[in-house]
């Protein structure tokens, strides 16, 4: 019997390298129990998803990961179960993708005054028509909803044309939350996005916690209340990014609260080469009431 699963991960129609079957068999290869497919901002990428699960094991889980307002670190929820035809859902997933696409060219033109020649041309270029692992494009429309084109493939061109080594120096010297090229981008409040995940059957997840960036146990129990008053319905206590000790502390949270568990990778592929998928080990059993909601 299958004993693990991952509730969070990325593909080509977002920000990871692999393209959405992929993914799936390799969670397969991983004989995991369950896999999600959770890119930021679009569905593009379930229906594919979904064709590869039909002749394999995993149980696929589509998702998506949405960027909500906070005042401090990042807040993403994550919606599990959720119909990707929803009309609402594909309203808010296209106003989020507006907002990535107003922001692109500002960052760009501040790449450029740092001494770069880089153009949103060559963005797009790169981001839709360089080849995946498979060696297919990496255009991924489904519903009429392009994949989405953000940060990630604008480190990855300033790697493939020399300006640094890796996307982590990208990342680091000038498009994180800190770098020269950074631009925020519009974002939903919570209620909105809880309300889309929920308007399309989904359950909604707070993920990775400890990127809010919170102080203390204290003040991230009043975030995670002030959500749970938004229709919040569970917490990702397992993620890659959290040590022993923060999981014990979010488990905790997640019970005193009443929330659903879940948890999950963050898989992108060889962009964020020290996470597996996999990885950590999220038991089914930990994760049941979601997999039993969802499947209902």
């Not at 692992?133 to 009429?144: D, F, H, K, L, Q």
């Not at 939350?177 to 809880?194: S, V």
């Amino acid at each position: 019997m299958r004993r693990f699963v991952d509730l969070h991960t990325h593909s080509t129609a977002s920000d990871g390298d692999m393209p959405p079957a992929e993914v799936i068999r390799l969670a397969e290869s991983r004989r995991l129990a369950a896999v999600a497919l959770t890119d930021h901002d679009t569905v593009s990428g379930l229906s594919e998803a979904r064709r590869a699960a039909d002749s394999l094991t995993v149980q696929f889980v589509p998702g998506i990961e949405i960027s909500a307002k906070f005042t401090g670190g990042l807040l993403h929820i994550l919606g599990l179960g959720i119909d990707p035809t929803d009309r609402n859902l594909l309203e808010t997933a296209r106003l989020l993708r507006e907002a990535r696409n107003d922001r692109n060219p500002r960052m760009i033109a501040r790449l450029q005054k740092l001494g770069m020649e880089i153009s949103m041309d060559e963005l797009f270029e790169f981001a839709f028509a360089s080849p995946g692992r498979s060696g297919r494009r990496r255009v991924r429309i489904t519903n009429g909803e392009p994949a989405v084109v953000g940060r990630l493939h604008m480190a990855k061109l300033l790697v493939a044309k020399g300006y640094v080594r890796s996307v982590t120096e990208a990342f680091n010297r000038y498009l994180g939350r800190d770098g020269p090229a950074y631009i925020d981008k519009e974002k939903l409040a919570p209620r909105q996005a809880i309300e889309a995940i929920h308007s399309a059957g989904g359950v909604a997840i707070l993920a990775h916690p400890v990127e809010l960036r919170c102080n203390n146990n204290a003040m991230l129990t009043r975030v995670v209340r002030s959500m749970v008053r938004n229709g919040l319905d569970g917490i990702e206590v397992y993620h890659s990014s959290h040590n022993p000790i923060q999981t014990r502390a979010y488990l905790d949270l997640a019970r005193r609260e009443g929330l659903l568990i879940s948890g999950g990778s963050d898989f992108h592929g060889s962009v964020k080469s020290s996470v597996k998928l996999g990885r950590p080990r999220v038991p089914r059993e930990a994760v049941e009431q979601i997999l039993a909601r969802i499947t209902r």
